[in-house]
């Protein structure tokens, strides 16, 4: 028996390690390299500061890909075993299916271990650098803001699109005002903008050149019919506020604070300074319960691997997909709801791990009586 269990230890743990290894470089690729591509190739930073962005994206990642690897790991690895009838050779010699699957319930104690204190510690931390990294990105090159070819959306109540950028200098460049309802009350339009950076006061300073405004009058400025023509300038001075982009990252946010110091917020709420603690204590609900998704997930993988007997790779994705989602829209309610206390969304956020567990505990027992 300990061959067996030495044997489905190893193979479980290395396809997790290779399917996790996988999942996160796509899941980076997709959600970061295009922006962090776009400052390598318009020379906003180096290439080394590239690296840092990327590594300290990494940790962020394996929170949800470190379950899901495991659960694609279980899907194949038992997926094969249940097809080659190996799995059935081995009930047939008095093997119950509990001491079968016990090498894959370790691991999902340890994978959950290693979670917790990536979720707890490791991710925040980093999370809290690469924001650290971005900052000074901006004060030390705060052309960086500016991407040509893409809507800038980083300043309050403004949006920014222009087409080119060279040096200090900015071309065809468009400007809308928001309100409170993000409705553009005010555009401009500049053949091109010269742009001087005055960081002791925390501002950019634009002279739009050929400036065109466009205003809306009126109580309903949906209406098109309230839109007249503004001033026309050769030369329009404008004034960009950095205080409030800068101010913003000093306030705690959740996502950024370790597990102590999420605890701290929660157990002493005078620290927000009249912020909502729920928020905080979704929060902190959340990294654990993601932390036990890992074993979570092999209690609902292992039997679904079984009843499918499929060891096709595409298949396992597929199915580990459908898992993975369904998990995971529990746990954006409960994130949609974080700041009603009134809904209990530091309880919801425990749903999937119940629901889950409850299911895979129900077809474990099925199985190992058919």
């Given at each position: 028996m300990r061959i067996i269990y030495t044997y489905l230890f190893k193979e479980i743990a290395i396809v997790a390690v290779a399917t996790t290894a996988v999942l996160t470089f796509l899941l980076v690729l997709v959600n970061a390299f295009k922006d962090i591509f776009d400052l390598l190739l318009h020379d906003e930073v180096s290439l080394w500061v590239i690296c840092q962005l990327?590594?300290?994206?990494?940790?962020?990642a394996l929170t949800f890909t470190l379950p899901w690897g495991l659960l694609l790991a279980v899907l194949l690895v038992f997926g094969r075993f249940s097809q080659d009838k190996e799995l059935l050779t081995l009930k047939a010699s008095g093997i119950g299916l509990l001491p079968i699957i016990a090498p894959a319930l370790w691991l999902g104690v340890i994978f959950s271990i290693i979670s917790f204190v990536n979720n707890a510690t490791i991710a925040p931390q980093c999370r809290k650098a690469f924001k650290e990294i971005s900052i000074d990105l901006i004060r030390n090159n705060p052309m960086a803001f500016f991407t040509p070819q893409t809507t800038i959306e980083k300043f309050p109540g403004m949006r920014i699109w222009v087409g080119s950028k060279k040096g200090t200098t900015l071309e065809d460049v468009h400007i809308w005002r928001l309100n409170e309802n993000m409705v553009p009350i005010n555009s401009i339009r500049a053949d091109s903008a010269r742009l001087d950076f005055d960081m002791p006061n925390e501002r950019i300073v634009l002279a739009l050149h050929n400036a065109r405004q466009e205003e809306r009058s009126g109580g309903d400025v949906s209406d098109v019919n309230t839109i007249h023509p503004g001033a026309h300038a050769q030369e329009l001075p404008m004034t960009i506020s950095l205080s409030d982009f800068f101010q913003r990252d000093q306030k705690p946010r959740s996502d950024r604070l370790t597990l102590g110091e999420l605890r701290?917020?929660?157990?002493?709420?005078?620290?927000?300074?009249?912020e909502n603690p729920v928020p905080f204590l979704t929060e902190l609900q959340k990294r654990i319960a993601l932390s036990i998704s890992c074993l979570t997930f092999v209690l609902v993988g292992v039997p679904l691997a079984i009843?499918?007997?499929?060891?096709?790779?595409?298949?396992?994705v597929v199915m580990s997909l459908g898992i993975v989602l369904a998990y995971y829209f529990i746990t954006v309610l409960a994130e949609v709801f974080k700041r009603n206390a009134g809904v209990y969304p530091e309880v919801i956020i425990w749903l999937p791990n119940f629901i889950f567990q409850t299911v895979g505990a129900f077809l474990i027992a099925r199985a190992n009586f058919r």
């Open positions: 990327v590594g300290l994206l990494i940790p962020f701290s917020f929660v157990t002493h709420p005078m620290q927000l300074r009249n009843q499918t007997q499929r060891r096709e790779t595409s298949v396992g």
